[in-house]
């Protein structure tokens, strides 16, 4: 399960991928218009120390981008050319927000999902007398995989092809996680759904 507290984080996860966002090649536009967060779900890091976020955003009327983030409480080494930034959390301290596309964490849980048929992790959001209350995510995901079937070991990400869809290559397997909603990908998938919207692959393995 994935564990969130109501807290305040300064800048903000948005304020991040805003100011990250029209640096990337697959980046479409509008120019200067900010985001916002269309959904998102949670996956379950089992080590407990990394939060992994899949989120979709979108500017005006553009397209919808996927921007997966993940967040840790160090650095991460050899992980520089990933980093959004920092954010203070006002429960948690200083956050390392990562592209999740560099992180072995977010590779891993992801080809798990893929391959077992798994999904989003569970949400609990923790108040500061430290009790927790299920919500719903505002997205779920499913892979196209049969349950019980375990993915190949992922502990390090060799290298990102950064694209749409960006290749990520690791000591395991190879991913391909979209950036623009809609962009067509081969092999085992990832796929999304939220309201008001047609379900959409938003990785494949």
């Known amino acids: 399960m994935a564990v969130v507290y109501k807290a305040d984080l300064q800048p903000s996860k948005l304020d991040l991928v805003n100011a990250w966002l029209p640096g990337r090649p697959w980046f479409a536009g509008p120019a200067g218009v900010p985001v916002d967060r269309i959904a998102a779900c949670r996956f379950d890091d089992p080590a407990g120390e990394v939060g992994v976020e899949a989120i979709l955003v ?16 160090a650095p ?3 992980a520089e050319a990933y980093l959004l930034g920092t954010s203070e959390h006002s429960v948690l301290g200083t956050r390392w927000i990562y592209d999740a596309l560099g992180d072995p964490v977010y590779a891993a849980v992801l080809a798990a999902a893929i391959v077992s048929g798994g ?14 209350e299920r919500r719903e995510p505002s997205m779920t995901v499913r892979g196209s995989g049969i349950p ?18 960006a290749r990520v290559i ?4 190879e991913l391909h996680v979209v950036r ?7 092999g085992a998938t990832l796929t999304a759904t939220w309201p008001g919207a047609t379900p959409a692959v938003l990785a494949s393995l």
């Open 119 to 132: 999904g989003e992790a569970e949400e609990y959001v923790e108040d500061e007398d430290g009790r927790q």
């Open 58 to 73: 979108r500017a005006g009327n553009g397209p919808i981008y996927h921007t997966p983030l993940t967040y840790r409480g």
């Open 170 to 173: 690791t000591d395991g397997a």
């Open 180 to 186: 623009v909603v809609g962009t067509p990908v081969e």
């Open 76 to 78: 991460l080494a050899g």
């Open 148 to 165: 019980g079937t375990v993915a190949a070991r992922i502990t390090v990400v060799r290298d990102v092809v950064d694209g749409d869809p």
